[in-house]
């Protein structure tokens, strides 16, 4: 049943597509982070439906009457910077003919990122994303936590299988960069029952997040915390949440929990810490050895024998920035930080010249709350082999969208010469500003 729910939903969408272009941007969002067919049980695991999505959108844009040109940003050079690194570091790569089908993956998710920045340029665009980004994770953010008020927290909480998000700690970390983003749409919804559904899912979310039993999670909800406080609007209304259901939900976890945080006091002793850290060094070696890197495929007891200090230890990077240190070398994991932080400052851009006019308070919110969900990935990411985790990548798209509609703002209350114009709903003709 669910296999033919799901198909029937994304060859109907076809249509439309192929007329509004922006929604096979939503849809592929949804089948590349959701992964929904892969909850059903026959056919449809292994059908290609965003490979179907793809081409949809491909030709929509192609026979259309309007221009979808690729964004003018200094941002999206860095993009296209860091991808061009990737494809020529992999040419000299330790194992050559090992690096395709994790190139042409990673490739893959670029590509269609480039796709979605093309397609999204509208308030009512950027803010389906969001919606999207967070119904795709939220599902099962809200299933876990459910389940872990109904086992008491006795087992662990794990992501859609086959997913970049299959394993607990992946999971754990996606959960918590939703998070923000619900708080931002809980404050864009109007009903008061809505705005109770969001703020309880949000609730459920971090209670999933916390029983993945992941101890990188646990730094990154600190640290996400802190700064959802620090930019919330509403400090007193924040503060009086986090003041309240975080002890609630510490009760609810149970003295496994509590044991398996504690280790990272002990990280010493912990033989998971000690892989990382083993990890880390063979990177940081092989980066030193290889100014390109070695590639996509480096874990293995080869490279190991040769650049880690326990040999016989081989462990994935366990960090976005030893992966991309390891598979890059220096100047791949500059690019990457460079990318993140003009992520960053594209948003405090948004932040400084939005916050001037009561029209764009939206966008002020947003752009903040888009930061906190970076932040916590930042942050949770050190931790985790994720670095071409796509949701990252759209909210990079989602932060150049705001910043050219403000600036698209700025220039039309310019040439008004006086009062505050106002950003239409949909404005989809013409091309991106330079950033």
Not at 170 to 181: D, K, R
Request: aromatic share 12%; proline share 5%.
């Amino acid at each position: 049943m669910r296999d033919v729910l799901i198909t029937l939903v994304v060859f109907g969408s076809l249509p439309f597509v192929f007329k509004q272009p922006w929604l096979g941007a939503m849809m592929w969002i949804w089948i590349s982070v959701m992964s929904p067919h892969t909850q059903g049980w026959g056919f449809a695991r292994d059908f290609p439906f965003g490979y179907l999505i793809a081409i949809t959108i491909v030709l929509a844009i192609v026979f259309s009457k309007r221009r979808y040109p690729v964004p003018r940003s200094p941002l999206m050079a860095v993009f296209f910077a860091f991808v061009a690194w990737m494809c020529f570091a992999s040419l000299f790569a330790i194992h050559p003919d090992q690096v395709g089908p994790q190139l042409f993956k990673v490739l893959k998710i670029m590509g269609m990122t480039v796709v979605v920045a093309m397609l999204v340029r509208s308030r009512r665009h950027i803010e389906w994303m969001i919606w999207t980004i967070v119904i795709s994770i939220g599902y099962y953010g809200v299933k876990g936590g459910i389940f872990t008020l109904r086992s008491g927290g006795q087992y662990r909480v794990w992501g859609p299988s086959g997913t970049f998000i299959d394993g607990n700690n992946e999971m754990a970390l996606a959960l918590i960069v939703i998070i923000p983003l619900m708080y931002y749409l809980s404050s864009r919804i109007q009903q008061r029952w809505g705005k109770r559904a969001m703020l309880a899912c949000l609730a459920l979310c971090a209670l999933a997040s916390m029983a993945s039993y992941s101890r990188g999670a646990v730094v990154a909800m600190v640290a996400m915390l802190l700064f959802l406080w620090l930019k919330s609007h509403n400090k007193g209304v924040m503060g009086m949440l986090i003041v309240c259901l975080v002890p609630v939900a510490m009760l609810l976890m149970p003295e496994q929990w509590y044991a398996r945080v504690d280790t990272i006091n002990t990280y010493q002793t912990d033989e998971s810490a000690q892989g990382r850290l083993n990890a880390w060094a063979m990177a940081y070696n092989l980066a030193n050895d290889r100014p390109m890197g070695g590639g996509f495929a480096i874990y293995d007891s080869e490279v190991f024998a040769r650049y880690a200090p326990i040999p016989d230890d081989v462990h994935a990077a366990h960090s976005i920035y030893f992966q991309v240190l390891g598979e890059h070398g220096w100047v791949g994991l500059g690019l990457y930080l460079l990318m993140g932080m003009m992520t960053w400052r594209s948003g405090a851009w948004t932040v400084r010249h939005a916050q001037r006019d009561p029209e764009l308070a939206w966008a002020v919110n947003m752009a903040r709350m888009i930061q906190v969900s970076l932040l916590g990935f930042a942050v949770g990411g050190a931790f985790l082999s994720l670095a071409y985790f796509d949701v990252p990548y759209y909210l990079m798209v989602a932060m150049m969208a705001l910043q050219h509609l403000v600036r698209r703002t700025e220039r039309e209350r310019r040439k008004a010469g006086a009062g505050l114009v106002t950003v239409p709903e949909d404005h989809t003709a013409g091309s991106h500003e330079p950033a």
